[in-house]
């Protein structure tokens, strides 16, 4: 069965550039992409959802078959009530693949239905994570190089820098 929609799950917390490059090569293969905002129970949350998805919806303004969604059950529900079974990530290196190895099959274990393709990062985003961004954040460092431009003013007035030129290349 043909099928041209897809989901890319994450916490998303916060979008970085390395999730915008996987949502814009998604965006021109497949006819609807849906960008879902997920818990991840192994993280401490520092964006409320409702901001994540603003963020997201920011940076993806100019690519109209992307929409943002926000689901705290089982991904495979969501997929389930969306008639949705294919799902999209991003790889950057062998330890995304062993966890995403675990997922896919726990994933596949629950619903045999699903497909989880995988992307290759760019190069220049291999060490781009949200949780790098985080920590960076928490000393009110330079996140520049890993947040979509559109969204770092508003990021740093969120998590309040003392003010613009602070540690700004
Ligand atoms: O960006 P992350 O934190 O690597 O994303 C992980 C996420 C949120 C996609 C993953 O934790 C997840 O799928 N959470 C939803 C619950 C679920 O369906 N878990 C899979 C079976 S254990």
Do not use: W
Request: charged share 25%.
């Amino acid at each position: 069965m043909k099928n041209n929609k897809i989901v890319i799950p994450g916490s998303f917390d916060p979008i970085t550039i390395g999730h915008l490059d996987i949502i814009k090569r998604s965006s021109e293969i497949f006819d609807q992409v849906t960008v879902l905002i997920m818990k991840n129970i192994n993280k401490t949350g520092m964006f409320d959802y409702s901001i994540r998805k603003e963020l997201i919806e920011l940076c993806t303004k100019d690519l109209p078959n992307v929409k943002v969604d926000i689901y705290t059950g089982l991904l495979i529900d969501y997929l389930k009530s969306n008639s949705i079974n294919i799902v999209v990530k991003g790889l950057r290196n062998s330890r995304d693949f062993d966890y995403e190895l675990e997922m896919d099959l726990i994933n596949r274990l629950l619903d045999k239905n699903i497909q989880t393709l995988y992307m290759i990062s760019n190069s220049e985003n291999l060490i781009t994570s949200s949780s790098n961004v985080r920590e960076l954040i928490n000393y009110k460092a330079d996140i520049s190089a890993f947040v979509p431009s559109q969204i770092l003013k508003i990021i740093k007035e969120i998590t309040g820098y003392p003010d613009e030129s602070f540690r700004i290349n």
